[in-house]
């Protein structure tokens, strides 16, 4: 400070200096280019070391403890924080390593990753072309070749955070469609609407009906088949009955990919009752989406074509980094624009000196908007369609190892044979192996997926995910996404679940 006053030219305002920034960058810079090594020694090169764990676990008050979570009135030192980012990599979960089957996503895509450091090293908001000009023009390209998978001639989209949203999304341009004068007038007037789902679609359902005033009555869940696909007669006759009820249906939401059994929904048989009652059909493809591209798989979305809208997470099975979320609607009219549009004047000028077309931001419910399909995009460029293709191809044949080997082992057993990449079963242990079928050895079976996942969190050697089901007690649900998961890994988690349970 002393020095800058001394320079002849000074400003002060308010008794502070304002010649030059106040950001030493040589400095950010050496520490960006010291974080970037960190993440490359500590996050990607260790990316595929089996021999790493995949969670260092740590309860909450003793993480609390070891992070320094304090923030103070003076900064820290670089090299405090660089340690603090080494810190917050070991705590953290490896959803990277290949005995991550925890979620929905897993896995390292490099590509794509690079697209995610490209994106927040440039800080983009991609709603108008002057500030995103190439986002926004990836974005088209995507959205274009996407729809061009579902089957539809033309169509619109928007890429959103997370799939829920895209969920949302549709219900609500579905409700716009059935009463466009919504958007002016709101809720009063309108009749009791209803829409329609399985028993096994997404809980973001319920939670868009709830968030936009439709209300979680007002969601008629259909009943599924022991597969988990919903039942299409089951579908009419709530139809009818909502229509019986003086009700307005407007809506059905089918999914492809459940979230839990990995069900399809008969999405053809769906979308004649649709046509059939002029209902807005959406389907949820967030987790199954990605078969689209597969030659072999892309049969279980057989009807795709005839949806109105459909929701797609590239970021689940193709590995393109959360978020990754596209809506895709069939309308090419601007339907879109037309329901979530606000015109803000000082961001959608209608005289700019370029196409204003292309500034695509009033399309989505968002100001400030992430590129996220940027990383779909370097990561399709990189692999072509059939590098993806076989991604998806490889992760459903070690599905089908997997299943096989369960069936192979004694003590384990399968829920059901899966469609796609989840894989559930229980492991029944040793001392509940020759008790009698009846409610206490249900009970019991209850209790022994919560232990073994203790055991394999706190030892960090793999990490999969269990939950009861519609009446069905503890079960594992094995997600297999990633191209760097190998038949090694399948063996080597029957292997661990038998080590981690022997005394169970
Ligand atoms: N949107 C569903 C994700 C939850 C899961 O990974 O199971």
């Given at each position: 400070?002393?020095?800058?006053?001394?320079?002849?030219?000074?400003?002060?305002?308010?008794?502070?200096?304002?010649?030059?920034?106040?950001?030493?960058?040589?400095?950010?810079?050496?520490?960006?280019?010291?974080?970037?090594?960190?993440?490359?020694?500590?996050?990607?090169?260790?990316?595929?070391?089996?021999?790493?764990?995949?969670?260092?676990?740590?309860?909450?008050?003793?993480?609390?403890?070891?992070?320094?979570?304090?923030?103070?009135?003076?900064?820290?030192?670089?090299?405090?924080?660089?340690?603090?980012?080494?810190?917050?990599?070991?705590?953290?979960?490896?959803?990277?390593?290949?005995?991550?089957?925890?979620?929905?996503?897993?896995?390292?895509?490099?590509?794509?990753?690079?697209?995610?450091?490209?994106?927040?090293?440039?800080?983009?908001?991609?709603?108008?072309?002057?500030?995103?000009?190439?986002?926004?023009?990836?974005?088209?390209?995507?959205?274009?070749?996407?729809?061009?998978?579902?089957?539809?001639?033309?169509?619109?989209?928007?890429?959103?955070?997370?799939?829920?949203?895209?969920?949302?999304?549709?219900?609500?341009?579905?409700?716009?469609?059935?009463?466009?004068?919504?958007?002016?007038?709101?809720?009063?007037?309108?009749?009791?609407?209803?829409?329609?789902?399985?028993?096994?679609?997404?809980?973001?359902?319920?939670?868009?009906?709830?968030?936009?005033?439709?209300?979680?009555e007002n969601v008629y869940f259909i009943k599924t088949d022991e597969r988990g696909k919903m039942i299409p007669e089951e579908l009419e006759k709530q139809v009818q009955r909502a229509r019986k009820e003086g009700s307005a249906p407007f809506l059905v939401c089918a999914t492809a990919g459940t979230t839990v059994l990995g069900?399809?929904?008969?999405?053809?048989?769906?979308?004649?009752?649709?046509?059939?009652?002029?209902?807005?059909?959406?389907?949820?493809?967030?987790?199954?989406?990605?078969?689209?591209?597969?030659?072999?798989?892309?049969?279980?979305?057989?009807?795709?074509?005839?949806?109105?809208?459909?929701?797609?997470?590239?970021?689940?099975?193709?590995?393109?980094?959360?978020?990754?979320?596209?809506?895709?609607?069939?309308?090419?009219?601007?339907?879109?624009?037309?329901?979530?549009?606000?015109?803000?004047?000082?961001?959608?000028?209608?005289?700019?000196?370029?196409?204003?077309?292309?500034?695509?931001?009033?399309?989505?419910?968002?100001?400030?908007?992430?590129?996220?399909?940027?990383?779909?995009?370097?990561?399709?460029?990189?692999?072509?369609?059939?590098?993806?293709?076989?991604?998806?191809?490889?992760?459903?044949?070690?599905?089908?190892?997997?299943?096989?080997?369960?069936?192979?082992?004694?003590?384990?057993?399968?829920?059901?044979?899966?469609?796609?990449?989840?894989?559930?079963?229980?492991?029944?242990?040793?001392?509940?192996?020759?008790?009698?079928?009846?409610?206490?050895?249900?009970?019991?079976?209850?209790?022994?997926?919560?232990?073994?996942?203790?055991?394999?969190?706190?030892?960090?050697?793999?990490?999969?995910?269990?939950?009861?089901?519609?009446?069905?007690?503890?079960?594992?649900?094995?997600?297999?996404?990633?191209?760097?998961?190998?038949?090694?890994?399948?063996?080597?988690?029957?292997?661990?679940?038998e080590l981690l349970a022997k005394d169970l």
């Amino acid at each position: 400070k002393q020095e800058m006053l001394q320079k002849k030219n000074a400003v002060l305002v308010d008794g502070v200096i304002l010649n030059g920034p106040i950001m030493d960058s040589k400095a950010g810079e050496k520490f960006v280019e010291e974080a970037c090594k960190i993440i490359m020694e500590e996050v990607v090169q260790k990316a595929d070391d089996v021999t790493e764990k995949v969670c260092e676990w740590q309860a909450p008050e003793k993480l609390k403890q070891i992070l320094d979570l304090e923030m103070r009135d003076n900064g820290e030192c670089h090299e405090k924080i660089l340690q603090l980012c080494r810190d917050v990599i070991k705590y953290s979960v490896k959803t990277n390593h290949p005995r991550f089957f925890n979620q929905l996503y897993a896995g390292i895509d490099y590509y794509s990753l690079v697209a995610r450091f490209i994106t927040e090293a440039l800080n983009p908001s991609v709603y108008t072309y002057e500030v995103s000009p190439v986002f926004l023009l990836v974005e088209e390209a995507v959205i274009k070749k996407m729809i061009e998978f579902i089957g539809w001639e033309e169509g619109d989209g928007i890429f959103n955070p997370g799939g829920s949203i895209s969920n949302m999304y549709a219900m609500n341009l579905a409700r716009y469609r059935f009463c466009p004068e919504i958007k002016e007038k709101g809720l009063s007037g309108l009749p009791r609407l209803v829409l329609f789902a399985s028993e096994e679609c997404h809980y973001s359902m319920k939670k868009a009906a709830s968030f936009l005033g439709i209300g979680t009555e007002n969601v008629y869940f259909i009943k599924t088949d022991e597969r988990g696909k919903m039942i299409p007669e089951e579908l009419e006759k709530q139809v009818q009955r909502a229509r019986k009820e003086g009700s307005a249906p407007f809506l059905v939401c089918a999914t492809a990919g459940t979230t839990v059994l990995g069900a399809f929904d008969p999405l053809d048989k769906i979308a004649d009752i649709c046509e059939k009652y002029g209902l807005w059909l959406h389907v949820d493809a967030s987790w199954g989406g990605s078969a689209l591209i597969s030659r072999k798989h892309c049969r279980l979305l057989h009807g795709i074509h005839r949806a109105d809208s459909v929701a797609w997470n590239p970021h689940k099975m193709l590995l393109a980094g959360i978020q990754c979320c596209a809506l895709l609607v069939k309308d090419n009219s601007g339907l879109l624009k037309k329901c979530y549009s606000a015109e803000a004047a000082y961001l959608f000028q209608q005289d700019k000196f370029y196409d204003v077309s292309y500034d695509t931001g009033d399309k989505s419910i968002q100001c400030s908007r992430r590129p996220d399909a940027f990383k779909f995009w370097l990561m399709w460029k990189a692999l072509g369609t059939t590098g993806l293709e076989e991604r998806v191809n490889r992760a459903l044949a070690l599905a089908r190892y997997l299943v096989e080997e369960i069936k192979k082992r004694e003590g384990f057993q399968l829920l059901l044979e899966p469609e796609y990449a989840n894989v559930c079963f229980w492991y029944i242990p040793p001392s509940l192996r020759k008790m009698e079928d009846g409610p206490e050895f249900w009970q019991k079976l209850h209790q022994v997926a919560p232990i073994i996942k203790e055991r394999m969190m706190k030892k960090g050697s793999m990490m999969l995910g269990y939950q009861p089901h519609w009446g069905k007690v503890n079960f594992f649900r094995q997600v297999i996404i990633s191209p760097q998961v190998s038949r090694e890994d399948m063996d080597f988690l029957l292997d661990e679940i038998e080590l981690l349970a022997k005394d169970l």
